[in-house]
């Protein structure tokens, strides 16, 4: 039973592999981009088709090209999101504890970028356990970053719409991380 098994994924693997190779790289975003927004709730799916669509460049792709540009692309928005908070600290208009704030963020957000870039590298490697749990620990800066700003009464985070972005950016690469998991 347990050689059945082990062929049968094998099987599985290799029709996936064959079939996203052979039909074009927005089908795919799209199959991937549907079940990954299935299985999260936070993970929009137009927001999904349309960040991979636009660097898919395309040309056909297998899953695991979608994760190394989903993981390029969490990596980029991570340091544009560093640059924004540069700008941000240079604006007068925030007070002592929204520019206390903003330097937590992008401390965060520079560890976040050596970590995505480890996960990509562990992903590389076939080490999905280990991109998983990277990628998770990325994750974590954004709603961390949001946290800050909710410890005083009233304070709106300047960050929300780039600390949504990263979420997503990063929930994309674990499902489609946890996809290859499984097969």
Same mark, same amino acid.
């Given at each position: 039973m347990r050689r059945f098994s082990s062929f049968s994924k094998i099987i599985i693997t290799f029709l996936v592999l064959f079939h996203s190779t052979i039909m074009g790289s927005n089908e795919l975003i799209q199959l991937s981009c549907k079940k990954a927004s299935q299985g999260d709730p936070n993970l929009s799916y137009k927001f999904c088709v349309s960040s991979l669509e636009a660097n898919a460049k395309g040309h056909s792709l297998d899953l695991q090209e979608l994760v190394v540009i989903s993981l390029n692309l969490t990596i980029a928005n991570a340091t544009n999101i560093n640059s924004t908070i540069s700008n941000l600290l240079k604006d007068k208009a925030f007070d002592n504890f929204a520019k206390e704030r903003l330097r937590g963020c992008s @401390?965060?957000? $520079?560890? %976040? &970028?050596?970590?995505?870039?480890e996960a990509l590298c562990a992903f590389q490697s076939k080490?999905? %356990?280990? %991109?998983? &749990? @990277?990628?998770?620990? %990325?994750?974590? $800066?954004?709603?961390?970053? @949001?946290d800050g700003f909710k410890e005083k009464k009233g304070e709106v985070s300047p960050l929300r719409k780039e600390n949504d972005v990263f979420f997503q950016l990063n929930a994309i690469s674990l499902a489609f991380i946890n996809t290859l998991a499984s097969i």
């Amino acid at each position: 039973m347990r050689r059945f098994s082990s062929f049968s994924k094998i099987i599985i693997t290799f029709l996936v592999l064959f079939h996203s190779t052979i039909m074009g790289s927005n089908e795919l975003i799209q199959l991937s981009c549907k079940k990954a927004s299935q299985g999260d709730p936070n993970l929009s799916y137009k927001f999904c088709v349309s960040s991979l669509e636009a660097n898919a460049k395309g040309h056909s792709l297998d899953l695991q090209e979608l994760v190394v540009i989903s993981l390029n692309l969490t990596i980029a928005n991570a340091t544009n999101i560093n640059s924004t908070i540069s700008n941000l600290l240079k604006d007068k208009a925030f007070d002592n504890f929204a520019k206390e704030r903003l330097r937590g963020c992008s @401390e965060l957000y $520079a560890d %976040a &970028i050596p970590t995505l870039q480890e996960a990509l590298c562990a992903f590389q490697s076939k080490d999905f %356990a280990k %991109a998983n &749990i @990277e990628v998770s620990s %990325a994750m974590d $800066a954004s709603s961390t970053c @949001e946290d800050g700003f909710k410890e005083k009464k009233g304070e709106v985070s300047p960050l929300r719409k780039e600390n949504d972005v990263f979420f997503q950016l990063n929930a994309i690469s674990l499902a489609f991380i946890n996809t290859l998991a499984s097969i």
